[in-house]
């Protein structure tokens, strides 16, 4: 089972930018599609942006952050990052990474169910 470590989340002001960082450990880690996944105080965890595992690493986002958050896999790090720029107030939440494995290696979705572990999060505040 692979292990996740997220970082990079803090206090921005609207407008700003943020990258998050997602370190994944485990022998098989490369087989799975990576998920960003958040959760605001009182409401449900919802998918951000995801990446496929084969090479071509295919996305998908939320329609709340096309445009403006980029997911992207350096391979021979395990990482996964998440490029957030021109945040908003809305954007506030904790921020999880997990694993999903598809039998279709160019298939990501934002479906919580579908992803099996979970790093423990790092928070994001946009506030000015």
């Known amino acids: 089972q692979a292990q996740l470590v997220e970082s990079g989340g803090g206090l921005v002001q609207p407008g700003g930018s943020l990258i998050l960082s997602c370190a994944a450990s485990g022998e098989s880690v490369d087989f799975y599609a990576i998920g960003w996944f958040r959760q605001a105080p009182g409401k449900e965890r919802e998918g951000v942006s995801c990446?496929?595992?084969?090479?071509?690493?295919?996305?998908a986002y939320a329609g709340s952050v096309k445009g403006r958050f980029t997911i992207s896999r350096d391979r021979a790090k395990k990482m996964v990052y998440l490029q957030m720029n021109s945040l908003k107030p809305e954007d506030t939440a904790v921020y999880f990474c997990?694993?999903?494995?598809?039998?279709?290696?160019?298939?990501?979705?934002?479906?919580?169910?579908?992803?099996?572990?979970w790093g423990q999060g790092t928070q994001v505040t946009v506030s000015s």
């Open positions: 997990a694993t999903g494995y598809y039998t279709d290696s160019q298939r990501c979705d934002l479906v919580v169910s579908d992803y099996e572990s």
């Open positions: 990446i496929s595992s084969d090479s071509d690493g295919i996305t």
